[in-house]
């Protein structure tokens, strides 16, 4: 089966640079899959996981603060931060959460708030990603 | 003269202070070889991003406000400085042209405000009654992205609340390992970027929703990865400037070592020769 190279680069290095036959991820609008031989696409994605499927086995890769950017051969998604399922640091992730839900039981200012929702967010979807680890 | 003795603890307290330069060189230079490799692992990031942005500026439609250049009210600089001395010019060097291009620059102070990165930069600012926006210190020796990203997206919202209506960067650019220069590079708005490279490219995107919706996202994070560029850049002059400044630090010591050496066995000499003129003297008083 043909496959597309896809790499996940981030500020502090890259992160995954493989061959896979299917890249699925969330983007604003939506999921999307990717396979090889895509139209040239660029988009936004939400901060969750990129599955990418090769040989029956399912990569996952936790990512916030990326887009993607697709051509027929080749995939990359460039995020502010991003790790495999099996580099996250659960404990981190889980003191994060309750961090973050302390901080919105407290309801300080709004701009406090968004940022505590943010990253809630994040860490919720860096546990779910861990819970793929295999 | 100084006595024997006292030249003698000279020498110690010089080879005291050799050891701890010493050592700080090492350290920095190590310090140093990581911080290239930092910067080399963004060099990757950078490149994809710019070359996205690129493309989608190229493809001529799509506006943002971070696109355009508007008249400028007040320009916001983003200073970026160690935390600590013991870098030779490193500091000095950036404050001196940041405040030189101020004076030059601006009558007012509401026409200008300061984002300082480091210590250095905020003590002087602050000292100089310039007005201060923001400031972070403490920054690691290597840092990650989650460390700047903060201040970086604050400044970039400066911009888009037309708080400020142009972002500079002043940083040290690190040329080698001996020489780092001064660099002021204006980052809002992003205006060269529809120029060469967009061009050339073969493929055109499709967007998803649209281009607008995609600037929206993507220009805050190419200007804080700009940023984060600029900060990774810095980080490996001050190591760079650090390990020069304590290497001419130990130069220094040696030559003094060397100096007081010869002073002291001199001294050394001059005692013996004293004492045995001394005897001599002595005996030839006692045969007479």
Request: aromatic share 6%; proline share 3%; glycine share 4%.
């Amino acid at each position: 089966m043909s496959t597309v190279t896809t790499s996940i680069v981030t500020p502090d290095g890259p992160v995954l640079e493989e061959d896979y036959e299917m890249v699925s991820c969330t983007a604003e609008n939506g999921e999307l899959g990717i396979l090889p031989g895509h139209i040239p696409l660029v988009a936004p994605l939400k901060v969750s996981s990129v599955r990418l499927q090769i040989q029956g086995r399912t990569d996952y890769v936790s990512v916030s603060g990326g887009f993607l950017e697709v051509r027929p051969d080749r995939v990359t998604i460039l995020a502010q931060s991003a790790e495999r399922a099996s580099d996250i640091d659960v404990d981190r992730a889980e003191q994060a959460k309750q961090r973050a839900e302390k901080r919105l039981q407290d309801k300080q200012a709004n701009l406090d708030q968004i940022r505590a929702e943010q990253a809630l967010n994040r860490a919720i979807n860096r546990l779910d990603v861990a819970s793929h680890a295999r | 003269m100084a006595s024997l003795r006292d030249i003698q603890s000279k020498i110690n307290s010089t080879k005291k202070t050799k050891q701890i330069t010493k050592a700080m060189q090492m350290v920095s230079a190590s310090k140093l070889t990581r911080a290239e490799q930092n910067a080399k692992a963004f060099v990757p990031y950078s490149e994809k991003m710019q070359e996205v942005v690129v493309q989608i500026a190229a493809s001529g439609d799509a506006t943002h406000p971070m696109l355009q250049t508007r008249a400028v009210k007040k320009t916001g600089y983003l200073v970026i400085t160690a935390d600590r001395g013991l870098a030779g010019g490193y500091n000095n060097n950036v404050i001196r042209e940041v405040y030189r291009t101020i004076q030059h620059q601006h009558t007012d102070a509401d026409e200008y405000t300061v984002i300082a990165a480091g210590r250095f930069g905020r003590d002087f600012f602050k000292k100089n009654n310039l007005p201060i926006a923001k400031e972070i210190i403490g920054l690691p020796d290597q840092p990650d992205f989650s460390d700047i990203k903060q201040i970086a997206s604050e400044a970039v919202e400066m911009f888009l609340e037309e708080e400020i209506d142009e972002l500079v960067l002043f940083y040290n650019h690190f040329n080698s390992a001996i020489s780092q220069e001064v660099t002021s590079q204006k980052l809002l708005p992003l205006t060269d970027l529809s120029s060469e490279k967009g061009r050339s490219v073969q493929s055109m995107y499709e967007f998803e929703p649209d281009a607008e919706e995609i600037l929206k996202v993507l220009l805050p994070q190419y200007a804080e990865s700009l940023i984060y560029g600029a900060l990774l850049d810095a980080k490996a002059s001050e190591h760079a400037a650090r390990m020069t400044a304590m290497r001419s630090a130990t130069d220094n010591a040696n030559e003094r070592i060397d100096d007081l050496t010869l002073t002291y066995n001199r001294a050394r000499q001059a005692a013996i020769t004293q004492e045995i003129s001394e005897i001599v003297s002595g005996a030839a008083a006692q045969q007479s």
